[in-house]
């Protein structure tokens, strides 16, 4: 069966407190359970992961990081490798692009995708421009870059485990969410660019999702669109009552068949 559209909620470095993740998942329960058309997966900071996971179990919501180093153990202090994330995890993300403004590379980015999926974990891999890309209207240029270089280790065997997720840096926290067109036009691309990489038939069966201050208001509108196979959510999935109802209405479009 082809893979479920996702949900995926990028906690970024949030909820301060355990209590408080642990009242964030429990809030969002009912509503995951109440479906399965949808595949949820939510990516505490590394801290709470193994509480998170406690609570996940037995349920159909899963577990990912929001980063992971590429070595698998040694001499590198403050990091989480893949390898040691796959003994927890099913999922991880790399290339946010608040890494990238941290100065993660390309390089590192497509060592770190490689790395994880190696170590048999999904992986996101975040691709978008920022604004003055955007205004100079080289978006599609700076995405089609970035998919090559962050899949130069990913395999056409790795397309069942791996998403792309499109993410136009202005987009993120800030309200302005992208014109389903142009999100349409570039996850379009995003496909294409990775099928002349891995071909065509492993480009159809990796998923594309968009990502840029989805919330409820607007999360139709994307996962609505052919090319959509879901959303990543950040600041929007820090509210378990606004969360859930994103999961209902991204299974009800699911279930509608509109897509
Ligand atoms: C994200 O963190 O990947 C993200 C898309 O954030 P937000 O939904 O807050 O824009």
Same mark, same amino acid.
Do not use: C
């Given at each position: 069966m082809a893979n479920k559209p996702v949900l995926a909620a990028n906690w970024k470095m949030n909820p301060i407190s355990a209590? %408080?993740?642990?009242?964030?998942?429990?809030?969002? /329960? $009912?509503?995951?359970?109440?479906?399965?058309?949808?595949?949820?997966?939510? +990516?505490p900071p590394y801290i709470w992961l193994l509480g998170v996971l406690e609570l996940l179990a037995g349920t159909n919501v899963e577990l990912g990081a929001q980063n992971c180093f590429w070595? *698998?153990?040694?001499?590198?202090?403050?990091?989480? *490798?893949a390898a040691m994330l796959a003994g927890i995890c099913k999922w991880v993300i790399v290339g946010h692009s608040e890494r990238r403004e941290m100065g993660e590379t390309d390089d590192q980015v497509a060592k770190k995708a490689?790395?994880? /999926?190696? =170590?048999? /974990?999904?992986?996101i891999i975040c691709v978008g421009e920022n604004q003055e890309q955007h205004t100079a209207g080289k978006a599609a240029e700076v995405v089609a870059a970035q998919v090559k270089a962050a899949m130069a280790e990913v395999a056409a065997d790795d397309s069942e485990r791996l998403v792309m997720a499109y993410e136009p840096v202005w987009a993120i926290g800030t309200g302005k969410n992208a014109d389903p067109e142009h999100a349409y036009r570039t996850m379009r691309l995003i496909r294409k660019a990775a099928g002349n990489l891995i071909g065509q038939k492993a480009g159809q069966r990796?998923?594309?999702?968009?990502?840029?201050?989805?919330? *409820?208001q607007n999360i139709e509108t994307y996962v609505e669109l052919p090319e959509c196979d879901g959303c990543l959510v950040g600041g929007?999935? /820090?509210? =378990? $009552? %606004? +969360? *859930?109802?994103?999961i209902n209405m991204t299974a009800a479009v699911y279930s509608a068949g509109a897509v």
């Open positions: 209590k %408080e993740a642990g009242d964030l998942v429990n809030g969002i /329960l $009912d509503a995951a359970k109440a479906q399965d058309r949808v595949q949820i997966a939510i +990516f070595k *698998s153990s040694g001499a590198y202090t403050g990091e989480v *490798s490689g790395a994880a /999926l190696a =170590a048999g /974990l999904h992986v990796l998923r594309v999702i968009y990502g840029g201050s989805v919330n *409820s929007a999935s /820090l509210k =378990a $009552d %606004e +969360f *859930s109802k994103m």
